[in-house]
Structures are given as structure tokens and as C-alpha cells.
């Protein structure tokens, strides 16, 4: 039987900087933060993003967790 072990995480800010003034779309950047603990909680995670957001010059967009694992026999 196959088992997962989380071995990395990354917290993704996703900023709306404006809109395109050619196109009318919103114009999204990323700032990404590795070595996140692997055992913090969603709620840990959307208290950091909301902290790091305050100190920005753009409106946070949107909050995601990235996570990699190893897959091994178990």
C-alpha cells in the first residue's frame, strides 16, 4: 500500500494590482513564501497571509497553500 508523506509547503498570495487600462482585465501577481511549516493549520495560514497583505501596497486577491509529498511503499 502506497503511503503520502507532506514534505513542503508554500503560502501563495495572490495581489490584484488594478486593472489593464487596454484590456479590462485584472491584473493578478503572486508572492510566494517557502518553508512553511508542514504541520501549520489553515487558520495559522490565512492569519500570516492577512498580516503580510496589511503591509502591501495591493489588495490581497486570494490565499493558497502549496504542498508537495513524497509517495513511497508503506
Not at 6 to 17: G, K, N, R
Not at 25 to 31: G, M, V, Y
Not at 36 to 48: D, G, I
Request: aromatic content about 6%; cysteine-free.
Amino acid at each position: 500500500m502506497a503511503v503520502a508523506q507532506l514534505t513542503e509547503s508554500v503560502l501563495q498570495l495572490t495581489l490584484s494590482e488594478g486593472i489593464d487600462p487596454d484590456t479590462g482585465e485584472q491584473i493578478l501577481k503572486q508572492k510566494r513564501f517557502s518553508n512553511v511549516k508542514t504541520e501549520a493549520t489553515a487558520e495559522q495560514l490565512f492569519l500570516t497571509a492577512n498580516a503580510f497583505a496589511s503591509v502591501q501596497q495591493h489588495e490581497l486577491y486570494n490565499v493558497s497553500r502549496r504542498d508537495v509529498s513524497d509517495i513511497h511503499e508503506g
